[in-house]
Structure formats: structure tokens, C-alpha cells
């Protein structure tokens, strides 16, 4: 068993009146693998250098099954740690690099040679273990990281954006093979990144942060079809979700002339100033008869499957660009005027002052 | 007017030329040692060291002033005492410097930077203003060890450590940071990281370090002269000094002894030298 769990965790940096990380209260689960999004600076990194250890926790604990491990020097930890940047020892062969943690454990040289071949075979390294990390490639010095972390069978990995310095054929790749790897080995996995597709892809649940405070966590289905506020909408799915500013009437929402139907929930809570928020591929194109928004086409973007429009709703006051996924076989040309509808159940309403989802 | 071009850039005749007379400039005084070092001492009166130059096969050559400094002093002896004074005041200040860069570089500990920069404060201090409380504290109503080796070491090692902490800091806060967490959370004690880790990436500066001190040791009159003496310990630079007499008389053996003096120090500085590679912590991080 090796649940991690944050209570109440902070980290105040001296001199700094704003927590990085304000409060963390997250559980993860045995064998999970859960990842850390959001924009940088978002706190994200810290969190997951305060479960490493190399980062101190000011207020609050962290667990891991029921250790606790707040103030326990990092390797007392049982956790391994991928760095964005590899960070090899550049004067050790492959094999040395793997192994190091282990000479320091002082476990036995039979069963150091035994775990290093062990994790070589499992990321493909069984050619390089006498290089040097300099003549390796990146998604090589990559996967060198990733077996110094396996060879030390820990209860808990952390990997700080470990794939933000490939390129992005081999991003692709890699994530699906850490992903898969992780699964085979079954262990507890926290991961950072900043890039919500990978987020989307890799995690079992993910943790969506802002300004050091936990936003939302859940599966990435979830997330993309339950926003929890204005800023998880806007930061989930690509394109992003349309957020349009309207004003709260009788069961429906209001762009100008256009109504958006809302759900009975939404419809009951909203008041004033509303957001209203639909996804690209939730519009459906209507005509103006039939009463739909309409959109001034400026940018047609086709990728084979389907296209993305890209337009600027005519509603007076407030004209905002909306993103409508189509067929890409419908042809629709830059300046034309479509106009577009939705069903109430997938539309998001938002406080727009709070921030806070209205809708169910 | 250029000629073929190195990095893109079109290879001027003229900085040719100006690197070219600058080298030559600077070999002048070295090169009227060496020429005075073979003319026997009558001649070194007589007339400049140019002159011999200028008349090559009319000139006598001798060799004599080496045979006589090798014999006539006991030069061997002098020899091995500067060995004996120059190694261990070489890799003393060198490796307290580079654990004391280390604890400036990857801890962290109240105080640290009023003692770094007191630290680096005290590179200003001219050893000479320090001789006399040293005299007093190094003699024989002190600490007593005057005329022995270890107070030179001693004293060389504090002259030659803030400027050692600060050139191996400096180099030590360019070394990827991550690699030290990396150590950090694979358990690795400061001791290890830094034996193992910090000292291989840090050779470089260690042996740039190194030869500096060596050098500066090694042609050191003063301490070396004050502290051991011009007795039975005495270096190879201070019996130099002692050959030339009052009236000028022996300074046909100083030239001699000064090459003679220089051996070592050449042979520290290309033995060293090929420890200055560049790229070290190459492959460490994505670059």
C-alpha cells in the first residue's frame, strides 16, 4: 500500500507573504497515476518537490500510505524522482547512473548489476549501459532517467514535466510508453506537467491547480465534461471551450439576442452576470430561421477528420471569437455567416465574478 | 587583405601581426635570461645580452654557471624542500576551498553570505601587513613552529584560500543544480555527492586552481624566507636569492638557477593541463 496524501500542505517561500502551494488537500490512490496540471508558476512543481523532499512544507503534512513523511529527508522517502532535465551524472556510464542510488543504499553488487539489467531491458538501454550520457540522444537520456527511478523499486515516482524536452514526435511516443509502463509496474505515479493533452492522455485522475490552489481533481473525462469553474473550462480541451459573457433570463441564457438554453439546475441558481460555456464540437449548425447565433467565419481550419471555425459572434456588445468544430467535407469559406446552436445539456454556466459552475 | 577565413570571419593580417610582436615583446626579458644563463660572467659585464646575440659564433658559450649552481649550493637539497613546501600548499587550499565552495554552493546555513563576502573581503588583505602578528603568533611565543614546514603550509593555504573559494564557487554554482537533487533523493550524503559528483565535474577549475597555486608557491620568496629560512629548509627561490651577493657578485648563477627553477613549475603546468576540458557535464542536463 502506497496511497500518497497532502493535508492541508503549504509551502511559503521566505519572504513571500502568497503560499506557492496553498492548502493541498489531495489523496492519491495505490498504483495511481496521477497528474498535476496548469499553468507555470501555478504550484504544481512545488507540490510535487515537497513529496520528493526538496522542497520544505511549511504548514500541513504529507503522506505516504500512513508514513509520515512531512519532514523526512528525502531518501527516507521510498520515492524516485524524474527531472525535466534528466539531470544524469554526466561523468558515469549508463549503467553507473542507474545504479547509484543503489551503491548508496548499499545494496549488494550481484543484486545492483541484477536490478540495472533488469530496468535496461525494460526501456531498451541493454546497448548503451557502458556510454556516457553525452553520446546519447534525448529520448535516450530520457529513458536513462526513467531507469534510475525504476531500479530502486520506490512506493512512489515523481516526474516533473519529464517529456517537455523532447520533440514532439517522440513526446508521443514516450508518453504512451511511460504510461503503459507505469501500469505494468503498478506503482503510484505523480506527474507534472503544464501540457493539459498530456495531462488528458497519461492520468488515471488529474489534478488541475491555479495560484497554488487545487481547482479540481478528477478523471480527465470528468474534467473536460464537469468543469468545476471558469478557469478548469478555459484550461481543459483544445481548442478550449467557448466562453461567451451573457446575462441570466427565464431557463435560458442570454448573448444578446441569442438564447442559450441551460440546463433546470443552472437555471434555477444563475443570476446577473453569467459565462456561458460550450465546447467546439457541442454546436450544431442551424439557420437563422430556426433562431441560432450567428458567427462571421474568419479562419477555417481543416485537418482532414473534421475542420475548427473560427468566428466572431455578431451579437452587439459583447463580440466574442467562438470556435465551432464542423465536418470538414461542409464548405464553408472566410467572411460567410453561419449560425450555430446547442442542446442545454452541454452548456456550462458560470458565475462570472465566482467563477463557480451554475449549471449541473 | 585577408587570407583564408576561420569561423566565418576573415583573418586579418593585421591582428596576425600585433598577436605576433606582443608574443615576442612579452618573451624579450625570458629570452635575455636564457642567453645570459650561457655567457660567462666577465662577458654579462661587459656589454648587454643582445650583443651576444647579435655576434652568435664570435661569442663565448658556457656552460659552466649551470655546473657551478648544481655543485656550488646545494641546490638538490633546495630542490626537494620546494617540493616538499609547494605540494602539500597546493592540495590543502585546494581542497578546503573546494569543500568550503561546495557548503557556499549547495547548502544553505545562516550567515552564509556575510561570510562569503568577509571571505572574499579578505583577497584585499596584503600579505605583507600580516607577516608581523604572524611572525609572532607562528614563533616562539606563539604557536612555536617558525622554521618548520607546517607553518608554511599553513600560510600558504590561508593566503591562498579566499581567492580559491571564490574561483571554485563561482565555477561549482555553473554545475547543473538538478544533478544535486538527483543525488539528493538517491540518497547520497554531502560526502558522497560531493566526492562523487561535484570533485569529478569541478576538475577543471581544480586544476586551473591548482597550477596557480603551484606557480605562486613555488617562486614565493617572502614566506618562505621569513618562516623557514635560508638555512637547511630553504627553498629553491630563496637559495637563488642568496647566491647574489651584495656587490652583484654570483649573477651569472642567479640566471642559470632561475631556469633551472622553472623546470618544475613547466612540467606541473603541461601535466595539469590537459585536466582543462571543456563540455565535463555534458549529457547531465538537456542542454
Known amino acids: 500500500m502506497a496511497s500518497v496524501t497532502y493535508q492541508n500542505a503549504e509551502r511559503l517561500y521566505p519572504g513571500s507573504t502568497k503560499p506557492a502551494v496553498d492548502n493541498l488537500n489531495l489523496e492519491i490512490q495505490d498504483g495511481e497515476f496521477m497528474v498535476l496540471v496548469g499553468p507555470s508558476g501555478c504550484g504544481k ?37 524524474v527531472f525535466q532535465n534528466y539531470a544524469l551524472y554526466p561523468h558515469m556510464t549508463v549503467a553507473d547512473n542507474m545504479a547509484f542510488s543503489l551503491k548508496m543504499a548499499k545494496v549488494g553488487k550481484e543484486e545492483r548489476m541484477q536490478r540495472v539489467a533488469e530496468a535496461a531491458k525494460l526501456l531498451d538501454l541493454e546497448d548503451y549501459l557502458e556510454r556516457k550520457p553525452k553520446a546519447l540522444s534525448g529520448g535516450q ?11 530502486r523499486h520506490p512506493q512512489v515516482f515523481c516526474m516533473d514535466e519529464p517529456l517537455s524536452n523532447l520533440d514532439a514526435k517522440l513526446r508521443v511516443s514516450t508518453r504512451t510508453q511511460i504510461a503503459a509502463l507505469q501500469q505494468r509496474l ?81 437555471s434555477s441558481k444563475m443570476r446577473g452576470a453569467i459565462t456561458v460555456g460550450v465546447r467546439p ?46 465536418d470538414a467535407r461542409k464548405n464553408l469559406h472566410k467572411g460567410e455567416m453561419i449560425y450555430v446552436t446547442t442542446d442545454p445539456n452541454h452548456v456550462h454556466v458560470f458565475d462570472t465574478e465566482s467563477g463557480e459552475r451554475l449549471s449541473e | 587583405m585577408s587570407a583564408n577565413t576561420e569561423g566565418g570571419r576573415k583573418r586579418s593580417w593585421f591582428s596576425i ?62 630542490f626537494v624542500n620546494s617540493i616538499v613546501v609547494a605540494v602539500p600548499a597546493t592540495i590543502l587550499p585546494i581542497m578546503f576551498a573546494a569543500f568550503a565552495a561546495y557548503a557556499f554552493t549547495f547548502m544553505s546555513f545562516r550567515g552564509k553570505d556575510v561570510l562569503f563576502v568577509l571571505i572574499v573581503a579578505l583577497m584585499v588583505v596584503p600579505i605583507q601587513a600580516a607577516f608581523v602578528p604572524l611572525l609572532t603568533l607562528l614563533g616562539p611565543d606563539g604557536l612555536d613552529i617558525n622554521g618548520e614546514y607546517l607553518a608554511v603550509w599553513i600560510l600558504h593555504t590561508g593566503f591562498g584560500m579566499p581567492l580559491a573559494i571564490y574561483t571554485i564557487r563561482n565555477y561549482m554554482s555553473t554545475l547543473p543544480r538538478t544533478v544535486i537533487e538527483s543525488a539528493k533523493i538517491d540518497g547520497a550524503t554531502h560526502f558522497q555527492t560531493f566526492w562523487r559528483l561535484i570533485v569529478p565535474m569541478s576538475v577543471p577549475v581544480l586544476a586551473a586552481f591548482a597550477i596557480l597555486q603551484f ?41 642559470a638557477g632561475a631556469f633551472i627553477s622553472m623546470l618544475v613549475p613547466l612540467l606541473v603546468f603541461f601535466g595539469l593541463q590537459r585536466y582543462f576540458v571543456r563540455g565535463l557535464t555534458a549529457g547531465a542536463v538537456k542542454g
Not at chain 1, 234 to 258: C, D, H, T
Not at chain 1, 288 to 297: D, H, I, L, R
Request: aromatic share 8%; glycine share 10%; charged share 20%.
Open chain 1, 45 to 81: 512543481s512545488t507540490s510535487l518537490r515537497m513529496l520528493a523532499g526538496l522542497e520544505e512544507v511549511t504548514n500541513g503534512k504529507i503522506l505516504i500510505g500512513d508514513r509520515d513523511i512531512t519532514h523526512l529527508p528525502p531518501k527516507d522517502r521510498d520515492i524516485a524522482m
Open chain 2, 215 to 255: 606557480l605562486w608557491v613555488w617562486n614565493d620568496l617572502l614566506i618562505a624566507l621569513l618562516f623557514l629560512g635560508s638555512g637547511d629548509k630553504s627553498t629553491v627561490i630563496v637559495n637563488l636569492a642568496s647566491l647574489l651577493g651584495t656587490q652583484g657578485q654570483g649573477a651569472e648563477l642567479l640566471t
Open chain 1, 186 to 266: 503498478g506503482i503510484t505515479t505523480v506527474y507534472v506537467t503544464h501540457d493539459q493533452v498530456e495531462a488528458m492522455t497519461m492520468g488515471d485522475r488529474v489534478a488541475v491547480m491555479k495560484d497554488g490552489i487545487l481547482q479540481q481533481v478528477d478523471t480527465p473525462l470528468n474534467l473536460y465534461d464537469r468543469p468545476a469553474n471558469l478557469f478548469v473550462a478555459g484550461f481543459i480541451g483544445s481548442p478550449a471551450m467557448n466562453l461567451v459573457q451573457a446575462k441570466a433570463g427565464e431557463g435560458a441564457a442570454r448573448i444578446g439576442e441569442y438564447e442559450v438554453p441551460v440546463d433546470r439546475t443552472a
Open chain 1, 141 to 151: 537520456r530520457q529513458r536513462v532517467a526513467m531507469g534510475r527511478a525504476i531500479v
Open chain 2, 17 to 78: 601581426l600585433t598577436m605576433t610582436f606582443l608574443c615576442l615583446l612579452w618573451t624579450v626579458p625570458t629570452l635575455g635570461l636564457l642567453v645570459s644563463s650561457f655567457r660567462p660572467r666577465i662577458d654579462i659585464e661587459r656589454n648587454g645580452w643582445w650583443t651576444a646575440l647579435f655576434n652568435f659564433f664570435d661569442t663565448t658559450w658556457t656552460t659552466s654557471n649551470y655546473s657551478n649552481v648544481l655543485t656550488q649550493k646545494d641546490m638538490a637539497g633546495s
Open chain 1, 281 to 326: 464540437e457541442a454546436w450544431r449548425i442551424t439557420t437563422k430561421e430556426e433562431g441560432g447565433m450567428p458567427v462571421k467565419v474568419t479562419v477555417v481550419e481543416e485537418l482532414g477528420a473534421d475542420a475548427y471555425v473560427y468566428g466572431t459572434s455578431g451579437v452587439e456588445g459583447t463580440p466574442s471569437d467562438i470556435v465551432v468544430r464542423i
